[in-house]
């Protein structure tokens, strides 16, 4: 008894020690190389595996054996892939048994080339994606662990985990987007891929993101995460073949920025992005534009092509294919610092925005209503309005307040080519250059509009009707009557018109009819009508009695006085043939006239011009106009000291070329009474004496003209006509 039992203790030991040695160190041989061949082959038949020596350590508190191999290599075809180890557990049973069975298996690579593995991958199982992939893809370095489990039929359970790193990866999508210096962990499980701790210079701009998950719910992808950018001022150009058309239109030479962003979308099988939402917090600290594609300088005179932007914070979401934008920091306007706040939708193509700029350090000049916001004061500009997908623009509301001074429109509708289609309000209450109060309002009512107002000063809006090239038009399908009610309309700083009162309509884009009346300061009538005929010619008729605030315009006439003004002109096709009438009137300091009377030696005459002034009975000028160009058929004037006769043309702004003779009264007088009976009758038996007359002629640039002219000794007939129907006339 004692002898088995010191048997079994010895049997024991011995047992014991077997085990503790294979628990510890195991054994090594390749005696079942073949099977475990066979099983890692259960995952693609088209892997193989070689392997080396293996070692098997014995674990007996599960009844199992460890295997572990070093340097293993997956063959493939004529390629091969480089392991650091291979781990897997059999039971006891089925090693004692020699019916092999893995349970894991557990892979830990080297440090292999990211082309190395897809190539193999390809063969494996070859598709488009990994093609581009591959072709994309040109440096960096994979390391992973990959644990797998399997089920008693020697099948892949879900529960497989494969960890790992990629470091110094380079990838080129089609010379665009360089993706350089990619460093990531990542943990790849059912359905799931987790990235972590990603850097990398996308295009040389430094990103950085904690997470990025994907996950599959059936054939589809879910990706979100966060990324975050450095404070980092870079090369924009660089950005460029991402933003190609953006970047070519605005020219940016400097941006520097931080940025923490999430996102989340999802992407199915035929790598379709969908349902992409993107929050995005941009902190910018420099943004610089060297050339703006909007030409701000008319209104703001120290705007320059180079826009600089100051430390703008920036919240940008994108949800269900709606971008939302707002933001607000100091823009630089020339030297001076300004502060702007913008909201931006964009819903499907539909624009909508809402912006305000205050304007302090800068002057803010609007030339079409004359008016220019004091330097002292500041002023408050506010834009809200609707970018329609057929490239309309509505802007619900056009603000601009400064002090005691407000503009306003409401609802004005912009064609794609930026002409107006329709408008419901606009409100002007403010003092312009010359201190002038303009305080109206237009109002719709249903297709029709009504101006109303206590004052306005027209000079500017005069001035642009003279300059206005009738070929062009700022509406676009506008058919609208206007009645207009002004208690005070100002002509210039100190004439002015009362009790404006009419109408006028637009059809097809075009001023139709337009009448209007009005009483002059020193209550002298002025009236104005428009009108458009069958044969669609434009007949307008003028008539003031009081002319003098309308004559003053135009400088190189000084004192004008009294008179009775007619207008009538017939317009066609851009043509239109006139008849200017002014009665009993009398000018001075008129400078071509002075030197006219100079060079032809009439100094009493002259001086008549700049003391008292020169009295006309009768003036007349037939003229046409079309494209900037006026060709005077005739222009007589006839007066008790002088009288004239005149023709030729003026190119708008270019060139002046006129003609014609001058003669004082004395010498009309004589020729008249030289013409037998007549002349009797007409001018009586004393003739006067004196100079007999000049030719002249006018002729040069507007500010540079040049004057010349001849004695004549004779006048010729057209003159004594015209000068005897305007004697017979009176």
């Known amino acids: 008894m004692k002898r088995i039992i010191k048997i079994l203790i010895i049997l024991t030991i011995t047992v014991a020690a077997i085990v503790?040695?294979?628990?510890?160190?195991?054994?090594?041989?390749?005696?079942?190389?073949?099977?475990?061949?066979?099983?890692?082959?259960?995952?693609?038949?088209?892997?193989?595996?070689?392997?080396?020596?293996?070692?098997?350590?014995?674990?007996?508190?599960?009844?199992?054996?460890?295997?572990?191999?070093?340097?293993?290599?997956?063959?493939?075809?004529d390629k091969s892939l480089d392991l650091s180890d291979i781990n897997t557990n059999i039971s006891l049973k089925s090693f004692i048994t020699n019916q092999f069975s893995i349970d894991d298996l557990k892979i830990s690579t080297k440090e292999i080339k990211i082309k190395d593995l897809i190539s193999l991958t390809r063969v494996v199982k070859g598709s488009p994606q990994l093609f581009v992939?591959?072709?994309?893809?040109?440096?960096?370095?994979?390391?992973?662990?990959?644990?797998?489990?399997?089920?008693l039929n020697g099948e892949i359970k879900n529960n497989y985990k494969i960890n790992g790193t990629i470091k110094k990866a380079k990838f080129n999508i089609f010379n665009q987007v360089k993706i350089e210096d990619l460093n990531l962990s990542f943990n790849i499980s059912n359905n799931q891929l987790t990235l972590r701790k990603i850097e990398t210079n996308l295009n040389s701009v430094k990103l950085k993101s904690p997470l990025i998950k994907i996950e599959k719910k059936k054939d589809i992808f879910f990706v979100d995460g966060k990324i975050t950018k450095?404070?980092?001022?870079?090369?924009?150009?660089?950005?460029?073949?991402?933003?190609?058309?953006?970047?070519?239109?605005?020219?940016?030479?400097?941006?520097?920025?931080?940025?923490?962003?999430?996102?989340?979308?999802?992407?199915?099988?035929?790598?379709?992005?969908?349902?992409?939402?993107?929050?995005?917090?941009?902190?910018?600290?420099?943004?610089?534009?060297?050339?703006?594609?909007?030409?701000?300088?008319?209104?703001?005179?120290?705007?320059?092509?180079?826009?600089?932007?100051?430390?703008?914070?920036?919240?940008?979401?994108?949800?269900?294919n709606i971008l939302d934008i707002k933001g607000d920091g100091a823009i630089y306007i020339g030297d001076e610092l300004e502060q702007l706040s913008y909201s931006i939708i964009n819903n499907d193509g539909k624009i909508t925005f809402d912006t305000k700029l205050n304007i302090e350090n800068n002057p803010l000049i609007i030339?079409?209503?004359?008016?220019?916001?004091?330097?002292?004061?500041?002023?408050?500009?506010?834009?809200?309005?609707?970018?329609?997908?057929?490239?309309?623009?509505?802007?619900?509301?056009?603000?601009?307040?400064?002090?005691?001074?407000?503009?306003?429109?409401?609802?004005?509708?912009?064609?794609?080519?930026?002409?107006?289609?329709?408008?419901?309000?606009?409100?002007?209450?403010?003092?312009?250059?010359?201190?002038?109060?303009?305080k109206i309002e237009l109002k719709k009512n249903k297709s029709n509009f009504s101006i109303i107002g206590k004052s306005f000063d027209a000079a500017q809006f005069i001035n642009n009707s003279i300059d206005?090239?009738?070929?062009?038009?700022?509406?676009?399908?506008?058919?609208?009557?206007?009645?207009?009610?002004?208690?005070t309309t100002f002509l210039n700083k100190k004439d002015y018109i009362k009790n404006l009162f009419g109408n006028f309509s637009f059809k097809e884009n075009k001023l139709d009819k337009l009448k209007l009346e009005s009483t002059s300061?020193?209550?002298?009538?002025?009236?104005?009508?428009?009108?458009?005929?069958?044969?669609?010619?434009?007949?307008?008729r003028f008539f003031s009695n009081h002319p003098k605030p309308l004559i003053k315009r135009y400088d190189f006439i000084k004192g004008f006085e009294e008179g009775n003004l007619n207008f009538n002109s017939i317009k066609k096709d851009g043509l239109s043939d006139s008849v200017l009438v002014i009665d009993n009137f009398k000018v001075k300091e008129v400078p071509v006239f002075a030197k006219l009377l100079s060079l032809a030696s009439l100094q009493g005459i002259a001086d008549l011009l700049t003391g008292e002034g020169i009295r006309f009975t009768d003036f007349e000028m037939r003229f046409s106009s079309q494209k900037g160009l006026t060709e005077i058929e005739e222009m007589y004037a006839i007066g008790p000291a002088i009288s004239i006769l005149m023709d030729g043309y003026i190119e708008s702004k270019k060139l002046v070329s006129l003609r014609g003779t001058l003669v004082p009264a004395t010498t009309i007088n004589r020729s008249i009474a030289?013409?037998?009976?007549?002349?009797?009758?007409?001018?009586?038996?004393?003739?006067?004496?004196?100079?007999?007359?000049?030719?002249?002629?006018?002729?040069?640039?507007?500010?540079?003209?040049?004057?010349?002219?001849?004695?004549?000794?004779?006048?010729?007939?057209?003159?004594?006509?015209?000068?005897?129907?305007?004697?017979?006339?009176?």
């Open 230 to 320: 450095d404070q980092q001022n870079f090369d924009i150009s660089k950005l460029e073949p991402i933003l190609d058309d953006w970047i070519n239109s605005i020219e940016i030479e400097k941006i520097d920025f931080n940025s923490i962003n999430t996102f989340s979308f999802n992407v199915n099988k035929k790598l379709k992005l969908n349902d992409l939402k993107l929050e995005t917090n941009l902190n910018l600290e420099n943004f610089e534009i060297v050339k703006s594609p909007f030409n701000l300088k008319p209104f703001l005179p120290n705007y320059i092509e180079q826009v600089k932007f100051k430390d703008h914070k920036i919240k940008i979401k994108f949800t269900k």
């Open 133 to 151: 992939l591959d072709n994309i893809t040109k440096e960096g370095l994979l390391s992973a662990n990959i644990n797998l489990t399997f089920d």
């Open 521 to 540: 300061s020193n209550n002298k009538k002025m009236n104005l009508s428009i009108e458009t005929n069958k044969q669609k010619e434009t007949i307008t």
């Open 468 to 487: 206005d090239d009738e070929s062009s038009t700022i509406f676009e399908n506008f058919n609208s009557k206007f009645d207009i009610k002004i208690e």
């Open 674 to 730: 030289s013409i037998p009976l007549l002349g009797k009758i007409l001018i009586g038996d004393k003739t006067g004496e004196g100079v007999f007359g000049v030719s002249f002629k006018i002729k040069g640039p507007p500010k540079n003209l040049t004057t010349t002219v001849n004695p004549i000794k004779t006048l010729t007939p057209r003159f004594i006509t015209r000068t005897l129907e305007k004697i017979n006339k009176n």
């Open 367 to 438: 030339n079409f209503l004359d008016y220019k916001k004091k330097k002292e004061d500041s002023s408050e500009i506010l834009l809200k309005g609707i970018y329609k997908k057929n490239k309309e623009l509505i802007f619900k509301n056009i603000s601009i307040i400064e002090k005691n001074n407000q503009i306003l429109i409401k609802d004005l509708l912009l064609s794609k080519n930026f002409k107006i289609k329709d408008l419901d309000y606009v409100k002007l209450d403010y003092r312009n250059k010359n201190d002038l109060l303009n």
């Open 20 to 77: 503790i040695y294979l628990s510890i160190y195991g054994i090594k041989t390749e005696k079942f190389n073949n099977e475990i061949t066979k099983n890692v082959s259960k995952i693609n038949k088209k892997i193989n595996i070689s392997l080396k020596e293996v070692n098997y350590l014995l674990n007996p508190l599960n009844f199992s054996i460890n295997i572990s191999a070093k340097n293993p290599k997956i063959l493939l075809q």
